[in-house]
């Protein structure tokens, strides 16, 4: 029967080409004209601009670009090359004769986005010595020590209650159990280092004594990171992205087996949702934690130990949580694993009114596009519901 194939990825080509007997030759050199492509390259010179679109061209594919490009009317444009991953590679190769208007850098990032493209980009965290492979989409579990979690309030703030919660995450196949101190819920009240080590660090101490499990500790205090990192945690989890303590750098430059989570948002629990607004919430979320990502760099901490999240919730209005699960795909752009934190979060209640503890189903779905999106993190309250419906995503996928 004729159809128009599913093809989400170069594995899926290869299998589909070798299903018609095409030679291994042939499969290698046709998969990945059937991954069709658009790549958006901001800020452009003109010269560069001019060069990409008759590049494109000549190889048969396109390049869109302002329409002053071509009269010289304006200086800098943003360009959408379209085309597939095998003009991409033709391009990339044009690319090495090159050398003016800044094209060899765009030649570097269009050879990382190939690797995005070809499914070649393999991440893995050192967790304080412990490996972590992100080759499928793993399960961070939520325990919020906290009497004001939007979820679940004062729900473990009790040792005992925090470890039976810690003991059923693990039992149910949790890869990380991130322990939080301080709601950051929108409107949540700050709390001393003080009270936040008295809640995470006993527990900590707890878990320790009886799992090697992956911690993290969702801090953006320095004093807070380095002593979870003293009492056995293995990764920082920072809604401030380094911006909210300046020592919190020198915690991971005192710590170079530590990686960091790097979020967006906009304003503090107490302000972000006071009007939040964005021209182009993708674009600039992705602008944000790429500086940030170069700040890490620049001062010691390497991008093998970095992840990012663009923050569902955090000054985002409900356009914008929808638009950054619609288009996930783009931040893998920024070169190092993603996390997305969107459990029980407001904006689901907002599609089918419901309480937080209500949210599960909304939640399975935002696990269910993370998955189809690449996202190598998610962090959820309930695990063993979003571990069993990843287990069946990956079974199907991995059919062949």
Same mark, same amino acid.
């Given at each position: 029967?004729?159809r128009?194939?599913?093809?989400?990825?170069?594995?899926?080509?290869?299998e589909?080409?070798?299903?018609?007997?095409?030679?291994s030759q042939?499969?290698?050199?046709?998969?990945?004209? $059937?991954?069709?492509?658009?790549?958006?390259?901001?800020?452009v010179?003109?010269?560069?601009?001019?060069?990409l679109?008759?590049?494109m061209?000549?190889?048969?594919?396109?390049?869109?670009?302002?329409r002053g490009?071509v009269? &010289?009317?304006?200086e800098?444009s943003?360009? #959408?090359?379209?085309?597939?991953?095998?003009?991409?590679?033709?391009?990339?190769?044009?690319l090495?004769y090159q050398?003016?208007f800044?094209?060899?850098?765009?030649q $570097?990032?269009?050879?990382?986005?190939?690797?995005?493209?070809? &499914?070649?980009?393999?991440?893995?965290?050192?967790?304080?010595?412990?490996?972590?492979a992100?080759?499928k989409t793993?399960?961070?579990?939520?325990l919020?020590?906290?009497?004001?979690?939007?979820?679940?309030?004062?729900?473990?703030i009790?040792?005992d209650?925090a470890i039976?919660?810690?003991?059923?995450?693990?039992?149910?196949?949790v890869d990380?159990?991130?322990?939080?101190?301080?709601s950051?819920?929108?409107?949540a009240?700050?709390?001393? $280092?003080e009270?936040?080590?008295?809640?995470?660090?006993?527990v900590?101490k707890?878990?320790?004594?009886?799992?090697?499990? #992956?911690?993290s500790?969702?801090?953006?205090?320095?004093?807070?990171?380095k002593?979870a990192?003293?009492? &056995? $945690?293995?990764?920082i989890?920072?809604?401030?992205?380094?911006?909210?303590d300046?020592?919190?750098l020198?915690?991971?430059?005192e710590?170079?087996?530590?990686?960091i989570?790097?979020?967006?948002k906009k304003?503090?629990?107490?302000?972000?949702?006071?009007?939040?607004y964005?021209?182009d919430?993708? =674009?600039?979320?992705?602008?944000?934690?790429?500086?940030?990502?170069?700040f890490?760099?620049?001062?010691?901490?390497?991008?093998e130990?970095i992840?990012?999240?663009?923050?569902?919730?955090?000054?985002?209005r409900?356009e914008?949580?929808?638009?950054?699960?619609?288009?996930?795909k =783009?931040?893998?752009?920024?070169?190092v694993?993603?996390?997305l934190?969107?459990?029980?979060k &407001?904006?689901?209640g907002?599609?089918?009114?419901s309480?937080?503890? =209500?949210?599960?189903?909304?939640t399975?779905?935002?696990?269910?596009?993370?998955f189809?999106?690449?996202?190598?993190?998610?962090?959820?309250?309930?695990?063993?519901?979003n571990?069993?419906l990843?287990?069946?995503?990956?079974?199907?996928?991995?059919?062949?």
């Open positions: 029967m004729n128009i194939l599913n093809i989400k990825n170069i594995e899926d080509a290869r589909e080409l070798k299903k018609i007997k095409v030679s042939g499969v290698e050199v046709m998969a990945p004209k $059937a991954l069709g492509c658009s790549i958006k390259l901001t800020g010179k003109l010269g560069a601009a001019n060069i679109k008759q590049e061209l000549g190889i048969g594919g396109d390049a869109a670009v302002a490009v009269n &010289g009317k304006e800098i943003d360009v #959408i090359l379209l085309g597939n991953a095998d003009k991409i590679k033709k391009l990339i190769k044009k090495n050398t003016i800044d094209l060899p850098k765009i $570097a990032d269009l050879q990382e986005m190939l690797k995005d493209l070809l &499914g070649k980009r393999k991440h893995s965290l050192n967790c304080a010595g412990k490996n972590l992100l080759n793993r399960v961070m579990g939520i919020n020590v906290t009497p004001d979690s939007f979820s679940d309030g004062s729900k473990f009790g040792l209650s039976a919660q810690a003991k059923e995450m693990i039992a149910a196949n990380i159990i991130d322990i939080g101190g301080e950051t819920r929108p409107g009240e700050p709390v001393t $280092a009270e936040e080590l008295k809640r995470v660090i006993p900590i707890a878990i320790r004594k009886f799992s090697d499990v #992956i911690i500790i969702d801090t953006f205090k320095a004093v807070v990171a002593e990192i003293a009492a &056995g $945690a293995d990764i989890n920072d809604i401030s992205a380094l911006e909210g300046e020592n919190m020198q915690v991971l430059q710590n170079p087996n530590i990686p989570i790097l979020m967006h304003g503090t629990p107490q302000t972000m949702q006071i009007n939040p964005y021209d919430v993708i =674009e600039e979320i992705s602008t944000y934690l790429a500086e940030r990502i170069n890490c760099e620049t001062n010691g901490v390497s991008k130990r992840v990012v999240d663009p923050g569902i919730g955090f000054g985002k409900q914008d949580n929808l638009k950054i699960l619609q288009r996930l =783009e931040f893998h752009a920024l070169g694993p993603v996390l934190g969107a459990s029980r &407001g904006f689901i907002k599609i089918y009114e309480t937080p503890a =209500e949210r599960e189903d909304g399975l779905a935002t696990t269910a596009v993370a189809e999106s690449g996202v190598q993190i998610v962090r959820v309250h309930s695990v063993q519901s571990v069993r990843l287990q069946i995503l990956q079974a199907i996928k991995d059919v062949k």
